[in-house]
Nanobody
Framework: QILESGGGLVQAGGSLRLSCTVA????????MAWYRRAPGKQRELVAD???????NYGDSVKGRFTISRDNARNTLYLQMNSLKTEDTAVYYC?????????WGQGTQVTVSS
């Protein structure tokens, strides 16, 4: 139902662009979000975006990450710049504020120092 991609290994300060394709019409969902789970930590909300493209970001990623959505392609994006080692995590997408879709496998992002 959900397929995340675009993760990888990158040095600190680098960039990655994540994509999430949903096998449903995402325009049905008012808010879509990126979440992440770092090793040993609970899954947290990274950013979410409304159908009108208004977005909210977690404090730790403000000014570095940009979330966007393409309803015609049923795809959610996360542009990640100035990556830090603490951004290392598995990244997932789902709806927000409640994650009502079945979780995908996620995409691993590893940031090396």
């Amino acid at each position: 139902q959900i397929l995340e991609s675009g993760g990888g290994l990158v040095q600190a300060g680098g960039s990655l662009r994540l994509s999430c394709t949903v096998a449903r019409e995402i325009n049905r969902f008012k808010r879509m979000a990126w979440y992440r789970r770092a090793p040993g930590k609970q899954r947290e909300l990274v950013a979410d975006v409304d159908n009108d493209e208004s977005a909210n970001y977690g404090d730790s990623v403000k000014g570095r990450f940009t979330i966007s959505r393409d309803n015609a392609r049923n795809t959610l994006y996360l542009q990640m710049n100035s990556l830090k080692t603490e951004d290392t995590a598995v990244y997932y997408c789902n709806t927000s504020p409640n994650a009502i879709l079945s979780w995908g496998q996620g995409t691993q992002v590893t940031v090396s120092s």
